[in-house]
């Protein structure tokens, strides 16, 4: 049996500025742009992966979710208590440097940790932390 991941979720509350984020500073590439009921889903991933996505979708994305639970979410995505991502790249530090031009907001500047990795922390328009890393060079 092989089981591979094809999908992961993020939410966001402003889908162009997500795309913009996502597209432009990450240089994701946008694979799908759908919406239903009066909600919106887009996929993003890397052309290096293209069977592996990143679902950008509202805080509470199931049309039956009470107004209630919305205003929950909202608050959590706000305060950045939702999950991120963690990608892995080829040289942290020039990443570092590009999604900081791009204006992504840094947690933490390119740093050795003592689990064998280097890496660096951003928060996307939305508040989700991502984080970047690479294993440290000998």
């Given at each position: 049996?092989?089981?591979?991941?094809?999908?992961?979720?993020?939410?966001?509350?402003?889908?162009?500025?997500?795309?913009a984020f996502y597209r432009d500073?990450?240089?994701?590439?946008?694979?799908?742009?759908?919406?239903?009921?009066?909600?919106?889903?887009?996929?993003?991933?890397?052309?290096?992966?293209?069977?592996?996505?990143?679902?950008?979708?509202?805080?509470?994305?199931d049309p039956a979710t009470s107004?209630?639970?919305?205003?929950?979410?909202?608050?959590?995505?706000?305060?950045?208590?939702?999950?991120?991502?963690?990608?892995?790249?080829?040289?942290?530090?020039?990443?570092?440097?590009?999604?900081?031009?791009?204006?992504?907001?840094?947690?933490?500047?390119?740093?050795?940790?003592?689990?064998?990795?280097?890496?660096?922390?951003?928060?996307?328009?939305?508040?989700?932390?991502?984080?970047?890393?690479?294993p440290r060079r000998g």
């Amino acid at each position: 049996m092989d089981i591979k991941l094809s999908q992961c979720f993020i939410a966001v509350d402003d889908h162009d500025k997500a795309i913009a984020f996502y597209r432009d500073a990450l240089g994701l590439e946008v694979r799908n742009d759908v919406s239903y009921e009066g909600l919106r889903w887009v996929t993003v991933g890397s052309p290096t992966q293209p069977g592996v996505e990143i679902v950008l979708e509202p805080p509470a994305a199931d049309p039956a979710t009470s107004s209630t639970d919305r205003q929950v979410m909202a608050e959590l995505l706000a305060k950045g208590l939702l999950r991120g991502v963690i990608f892995s790249t080829d040289d942290v530090d020039t990443t570092f440097e590009r999604v900081r031009a791009a204006g992504g907001e840094v947690l933490q500047e390119p740093v050795d940790q003592p689990y064998g990795v280097r890496d660096c922390a951003f928060r996307d328009p939305a508040g989700n932390m991502l984080r970047f890393n690479q294993p440290r060079r000998g």
